[in-house]
């Protein structure tokens, strides 16, 4: 069987254009993944830091490195998209912003909160 030559082939990936409802579809995946491991990294802090007194010290001392307050803001930023994301789904399952337009909306709102809410985590841990 032979492929048609009629259909325009476009290998170059810098030319692709996802709709801003796909971006923000695949930053809520990844915002998910990014929670998931950063949970580990916050845990394992958390049970530092109750051990002892000593390592309640030591804890703040690595909080204190910019490399930690970047994964801390990190996870934060993440968390914050992750729940405007999902608060936007609870809303499309309710009914609203399940049309084209609604969900470009939608997707659009999502992200300037998020953003927000991002820059004050940022402001936060900083």
Same mark, same amino acid.
């Given at each position: 069987?032979?492929?048609?030559?009629?259909?325009?082939?476009?290998?170059?990936?810098?030319?692709?254009?996802?709709?801003?409802?796909?971006?923000?579809?695949?930053?809520?995946?990844?915002? +998910?993944?990014?929670?998931?491991?950063?949970?580990?990294?916050?845990?394992?802090?958390?049970?530092?830091?109750?051990?002892?007194?000593?390592?309640?010290?030591?804890?703040?001392?690595?909080?204190?490195?910019?490399?930690?307050?970047?994964?801390?803001? +990190?996870?934060?930023?993440?968390?914050?998209?992750?729940?405007?994301? +999902?608060?936007?789904?609870?809303?499309?399952?309710?009914?609203? +912003?399940?049309?084209?337009?609604?969900?470009?909306?939608?997707?659009?709102?999502?992200?300037?909160?998020?953003?927000?809410?991002?820059?004050?985590?940022?402001?936060?841990?900083?």
């Amino acid at each position: 069987m032979a492929l048609s030559t009629d259909r325009p082939v476009n290998l170059d990936l810098g030319t692709f254009r996802f709709p801003i409802t796909a971006i923000a579809s695949i930053m809520h995946r990844i915002s +998910g993944v990014i929670l998931f491991f950063g949970s580990f990294i916050l845990l394992a802090l958390l049970g530092m830091s109750l051990e002892s007194e000593a390592g309640f010290s030591d804890t703040l001392a690595l909080l204190d490195h910019w490399l930690m307050a970047f994964v801390v803001w +990190g996870v934060l930023a993440a968390l914050a998209y992750h729940f405007v994301a +999902g608060v936007k789904h609870l809303l499309m399952d309710m009914g609203y +912003g399940e049309t084209l337009e609604s969900g470009q909306v939608f997707a659009k709102v999502s992200l300037a909160i998020a953003a927000v809410l991002i820059v004050f985590a940022g402001v936060w841990v900083w």
